[in-house]
């Protein structure tokens, strides 16, 4: 099978398989360009800071520069700080479980599309595993 003729970000050539007239894989055939946006304005507008984040570090600004200017006394400001601090590790782990629970829905659909199970209990087979997922990736690629 032909392999995409693109040359990567890093300066590497791609080791995707081409598809189609131009030599390309899905990643770099021009016709695609449009798609590949807007999947990755996708992932960016997920990850940006959430509102909770922004008053988070707003209350902590406005916290010290309270403190500096001597308004606020500085035992009550580390009990403020502290509580601010258990809701940015509340925030922090829900993120956490969000994604653990989307990359582990996206583990079980390439093991459901690859037809593996409980077979991959150790690295050796993980490896051939992903082997075999980078090398017919076509065969099983949604449509």
Same mark, same amino acid.
């Given at each position: 099978?032909?392999?995409?003729?693109?040359?990567?970000?890093?300066?590497?050539?791609c080791?995707?398989?081409?598809?189609?007239?131009?030599?390309?894989?899905? =990643?770099?055939?021009? =016709?695609?360009?449009?798609?590949?946006?807007?999947?990755?304005?996708?992932?960016?507008?997920?990850?940006k800071?959430?509102? +909770?984040?922004? &008053?988070?570090k707003?209350?902590?600004?406005?916290l #010290?520069?309270?403190?500096? =200017?001597?308004?606020? @006394?500085t035992r009550? &400001?580390?009990?403020?700080?502290?509580?601010?601090?258990?809701r940015?590790?509340?925030? @922090?782990? @829900?993120?956490?479980i969000?994604? #653990?629970? +989307?990359?582990?829905?996206?583990?079980?659909a390439?093991?459901?599309?690859?037809?593996?199970t409980?077979?991959? &209990?150790? @690295?050796?087979n993980?490896?051939?595993?992903?082997?075999?997922?980078?090398?017919?990736?076509?065969?099983?690629?949604?449509?």
């Open positions: 099978m032909a392999v995409c003729s693109a040359i990567k970000a890093n300066g590497e050539p080791t995707l398989p081409a598809n189609g007239p131009q030599w390309f894989c899905w =990643a770099h055939d021009p =016709a695609n360009r449009e798609k590949k946006h807007r999947r990755m304005a996708s992932r960016a507008a997920r990850s800071p959430s509102r +909770e984040l922004t &008053a988070l707003a209350q902590l600004q406005d #010290t520069k309270r403190v500096l =200017a001597s308004d606020l @006394e009550r &400001a580390a009990v403020a700080n502290q509580l601010l601090n258990t940015l590790r509340a925030i @922090e782990l @829900e993120r956490k969000k994604e #653990t629970a +989307e990359l582990a829905t996206r583990l079980e390439l093991d459901f599309v690859l037809g593996y409980d077979d991959l &209990a150790d @690295e050796a993980i490896a051939a595993a992903a082997e075999v997922a980078r090398t017919n990736w076509p065969q099983w690629r949604a449509a």
